[in-house]
């Protein structure tokens, strides 16, 4: 028990906070007690942050009084409240990722010699032996912090501020992003921090977080400002998650499948070396937490199930306790081409997948981490795609389902399970893979803890998902033999569904399971479509948008030919080497010209996918134009009469992987099939230009002699 009947460490006195006319913080009292935890509560906008940054300096009082130990003093800026022992443990950490424990926490502060010089020995004794105190299972001192899991990155921001004679601490959400065991981790840290007779403030949006890490008392501070939430009472609601590359995107529909709301966070890839690509997991957590919030002013207490998609082939690896070992290495990351080729040499790969090996897809890269880094390898318990890491902090569970899943190389096709032996070809067994599930199917249900921590009812499903272009077909409607759809983004993707399993790894097709029980898709992939453009616009010093606008008419291809494979191509060429090129300039191509060769290149790269398809038995009776280049009337009169068929473009709206993942939500939570993944309405519709089809069938011809004479070169 804390003991109350001495003098508080702090006393705050009917503090009051305004910011011009909006009153943020209301004559709000609140004390603290020498080790007591005190828990600082509400949603967002409740205040709680702005009442404890006039303790930490960052804000000023209007009024009110703030006692140390009993004495009133002021604090203006956060020297005063360091000259208070008060230090602040922010969201973020502010740690330097670069330099390791001891760096951290004398960063700023360091330790120097008798000469001057800086005692990098001495700082790393004095960090083992403050790490020694508050977290003896500490053993990572000379590696970046980055390389650290979060609670051990908690265990060196505590360190430092414990260090430094803290006797009042600030802590601002510090299980953020964290899983069960790094929770768990803070938690002892805690109270070992109460032990020694601190003072904790813990802001919290989530009681049960709170009560986990050892409260003593919790407050509500009250509203940050006047504004209504709006709320959608009353409404069954489901959610979809959209794991890009770019940027995580949450969509809230009705049971209608009506809008209600959206909500993103952005992304950002790393790459450490030629060739490489990467992304922190946690991250992807802190986007997803971001989109919670901004979800969480609708009101989701009628919320009933969730959908996932996300990047497919990324390397997620994890420990024994679920802890993430390295960067994820990304889906457009080509370091492990060398081992690729190894494994497509099986001929075993592309009979039970029914692919190609790609540099891009999963095993490969952990062949390749098995052989560069192999003290990463050993350590392997699982292997997660993104997405799936993202379900594993909604859910506690390993799973993944059948349409990701088909583009690690690990799967066995056609019976839609994982294959014995060609995980054993990479040195793993099923016990490193996660469960499996239809994309349709419930995966889990969403941890109390999130939860309460958003308003969200108990037992919310969380569905399989799917692969990022699966759940757009799933948005898009195309779930059925026949229907298809071309999505011009950064990357192009021809994705037509199939009723049946019809593969041709020759075709560089790639073959997949769709998100939907008894169905397969088959996707022809280029690597640059609007990347391609935007490259182009950069290279004139021109917008985009303003290159395409001034084309007019649908023009014959001119001599010019573009080559769109500015980083190495997917369907059909399969080569991480090969580079674009243009071919036939002349006086005669100005920037109108080089515009039109950049999106006849790569409306001529998705004709090939066509042509690859159709060798496969694939039709393609609907095709519906998505992303962004579908903005481009230009495009899309291109793109009908280069392939000889009608385009069909959707009304305005959203029918992505994240509003295909909200359907699978639905799916799950109701035991609702594909009937409810309609076509979209068409605002209307291209029809070829039937007196150009000859001018684009030779300029196809053309384009195709230039990329048999460049993609050995």
């Given at each position: 028990m804390v003991d109350r009947t001495g003098t508080p460490l702090v006393?705050?006195?009917?503090?009051?906070?305004?910011?011009?006319?909006?009153?943020?913080?209301?004559?709000?009292?609140?004390?603290?007690?020498?080790?007591?935890?005190?828990?600082?509560?509400?949603h967002n906008g409740a205040g709680k942050s702005t009442l404890i940054k006039c303790l930490s300096g960052a804000y000023q009082k209007d009024a009110g009084q703030i006692l140390i130990n009993g004495q009133e003093v002021e604090i203006k800026d956060p020297r005063d409240a360091r000259a208070q022992n008060i230090e602040t443990i922010y969201q973020t950490l502010a740690l330097a990722d670069n330099l390791d424990a001891a760096s951290n926490l004398f960063l700023g502060r360091e330790l120097v010699n008798s000469f001057g010089f800086v005692d990098e020995s001495k700082m790393e004794a004095e960090t083992r032996k403050i790490m020694g105190r508050l977290n003896p299972n500490f053993r990572k001192f000379s590696v970046p912090v980055n390389m650290l899991s979060g609670g051990q990155r908690q265990s060196v921001a505590i360190a430092r501020a414990v260090y430094f004679n803290a006797k009042i601490l600030i802590m601002d959400e510090p299980t953020a992003a964290l899983g069960p065991h790094e929770t768990q981790m803070v938690a002892e840290l805690i109270q070992e921090l109460k032990a020694q007779g601190l003072g904790i403030f813990l802001i919290e949006h989530d009681i049960h977080n709170v009560m986990k890490l050892g409260r003593d008392r919790r407050r509500h501070p009250g509203h940050d400002h006047p504004g209504q939430e709006t709320r959608a009472s009353g409404r069954v609601m489901y959610i979809g998650l959209d794991l890009g590359t770019s940027g995580l995107k949450g969509i809230l529909i009705g049971e209608d499948q009506a809008v209600i709301a959206e909500a993103s966070a952005p992304l950002t890839v790393q790459r450490p070396a030629e060739g490489w690509s990467e992304q922190a997991p946690s991250d992807w957590i802190s986007a997803a937490e971001?989109?919670?919030?901004?979800?969480?002013?609708?009101?989701?207490?009628?919320?009933?199930?969730i959908g996932l998609s996300g990047h497919m082939h990324g390397a997620t690896l994890l420990d024994a306790a679920d802890e993430v070992l390295r960067p994820c290495i990304l889906w457009n990351d080509t370091r492990s081409h060398a081992e690729a080729a190894g494994l497509d040499g099986d001929p075993m790969f592309r009979r039970l997948t029914g692919n190609i090996v790609f540099p891009g897809f999963t095993a490969p890269k952990l062949v390749w981490v098995r052989k560069h880094e192999p003290g990463f390898w050993d350590r392997v318990a699982k292997v997660l795609l993104p997405k799936d890491y993202l379900r594993l902090w909604l859910t506690g569970e390993h799973v993944s389902e059948m349409s990701d899943a088909a583009g690690t190389s690990w799967l066995d096709t056609a019976r839609r399970d994982w294959s014995d032996d060609l995980l054993r070809a990479t040195g793993?067994?099923?016990?490193?893979?996660?469960?499996?599930?239809?994309?349709s199917e419930v995966s889990g249900t969403l941890r109390e803890a999130l939860s309460a921590r958003w308003g969200l009812p108990k037992g919310v499903v969380v569905a399989g998902g799917g692969g990022d272009n699966a759940a757009s077909?799933?948005?898009?409607?195309?779930?059925?033999a026949g229907e298809a759809f071309v999505s011009l983004g950064t990357s192009g993707v021809l994705f037509a569904a199939n009723d049946g399993y019809r593969p041709d790894p020759a075709t560089a097709v790639h073959t997949f399971c769709h998100a939907l029980p008894d169905t397969w898709h088959q996707m022809g992939v280029i690597l640059a479509a609007t990347d391609a453009l935007n490259w182009y616009a950069a290279l004139v010093g021109a917008d985009a948008a303003k290159l395409t606008g001034e084309l007019g008419a649908l023009h014959p291809p001119g001599k010019t030919v573009f080559l769109p494979y500015l980083g190495g191509e997917r369907t059909p060429l399969n080569s991480a080497s090969v580079r674009g090129a243009f071919t036939g300039l002349e006086h005669a191509t100005d920037r109108q010209a080089g515009t039109r060769a950049v999106l006849e290149g790569v409306t001529f790269a998705i004709r090939d996918c066509r042509d690859a398809l159709a060798a496969t038995g694939t039709r393609l009776e609907?095709?519906?134009?998505?992303?962004?280049?579908?903005?481009?009337?230009?495009?899309?009169?291109?793109?009908?009469?280069?392939?000889?068929?009608p385009v069909q473009l959707p009304v305005a709206g959203d029918f992505g992987g994240a509003f295909g993942a909200a359907r699978l939500g639905l799916m799950a939570a109701t035991g609702a099939g594909a009937g409810i993944a309609t076509l979209p309405k068409i605002a209307r519709v291209i029809e070829p230009d039937a007196a150009l089809k000859d001018a684009f069938d030779a300029g196809h011809a053309r384009f195709r002699a230039a990329q048999t004479a460049i993609k050995d070169l």
């Open positions: 006393e705050l006195r009917d503090i009051s906070i305004s910011f011009g006319g909006i009153k943020a913080v209301d004559h709000v009292t609140v004390d603290l007690y020498p080790g007591e935890v005190v828990g600082l509560l509400g971001t989109v919670f919030d901004k979800l969480s002013r609708n009101g989701l207490g009628a919320v009933r199930g793993l067994d099923r016990s490193h893979m996660p469960g499996l599930v239809e994309g077909g799933v948005g898009v409607g195309v779930v059925r609907h095709l519906l134009a998505v992303g962004g280049g579908s903005r481009s009337d230009y495009w899309l009169r291109l793109i009908a009469t280069a392939l000889d068929c």
